[in-house]
């Protein structure tokens, strides 16, 4: 069982090492696949040491997209537990403007969407973070 759940403020005593990025290229949703999964996913990633959260979503959405000119909107802090681990981090909006190559690293495609995908990667925590985004833009 997971329990997500979105807050004000950073929780105490929570690992909050992930930024999220919930983005949106000429009216579709994009999403990424891994290299080694056969999953879509948002694009996301880890947060770098000494990195604030700003930089860190516009690199991951670089890095994971290939946008190289777009609009970074915060959204919200969340959390998810699973087997009474919690961990986090930051969810973002973004708008992409324009797009430029793939980096080569870990993703190997990107796609548009209408609506979420069925085959997600994570499918119990980003329906729930994609939902919070279409309810606040």
């Not at 996913?41 to 700003?54: Q, R, V």
């Not at 516009?58 to 681990?85: K, N, P």
Request: negative net charge; proline residues 6%; hydrophobic residues 40%.
């Amino acid at each position: 069982m997971v329990k997500v759940e979105f807050h004000d403020q950073v929780p105490e005593n929570t690992d909050m090492p992930f930024v999220i990025i919930a983005s949106r290229y000429k009216g579709k949703w994009i999403f990424v696949r891994h290299r080694e999964r056969s999953t879509f996913e948002l694009p996301a990633g880890h947060i770098e040491p000494g990195e604030d959260i700003f930089s860190a979503a516009g690199r991951e959405l670089y890095e994971e997209t290939g946008a190289v000119e777009f609009s970074l909107s915060f959204m919200t802090i969340y959390t998810a537990t699973v087997d009474e681990i919690t961990a986090g981090g930051y969810l973002f909006y973004a708008e992409i403007h324009r797009m430029g190559e793939l980096p080569d690293f870990e993703i190997a495609e990107t796609a548009l969407f209408d609506r979420l995908p069925d085959n997600l990667t994570y499918p119990a925590i980003q329906p729930l973070l994609f939902d919070y985004v279409l309810k606040h833009i």
